[in-house]
């Protein structure tokens, strides 16, 4: 009994903050009138006022959102790149 129940608390912790993020995400994912812009102009916006204009931001696949050192390129899904929600703005300032 012990046993499973410090196997549950383990895949609690590990799975746990995975879970809520998405979950989270989703939550906050519709469009909101009222938030100015897309990600990906919030994105923009944040790179040009730190003197990053030589660094793109490109539409990537769905679940793709990250920063690639490579190439020196935000790259954001489609949802988070064209909507104004507040994931959208979310992961673009993350990124």
Known sequence: MHVVFIILLLLLLVFG?????????????????????????LARN???RFDMADVPVEQTEPGGD?????????????????RNSLTAVAVAAHE
């Not at 903050?17 to 990906?40: K, N």
């Not at 990250?66 to 064209?82: F, I, M």
């Open 17 to 41: 903050p995975q879970w809520w993020a998405r979950y989270t995400f989703r939550r906050y994912a519709e469009v909101l009138p009222r938030i100015p812009g897309t990600g990906a102009e």
């Open 46 to 48: 944040l790179l040009d």
């Open 66 to 82: 990250h920063y690639d050192p490579e190439r020196r390129a935000v790259c954001l899904g489609p949802d988070n790149y064209a």
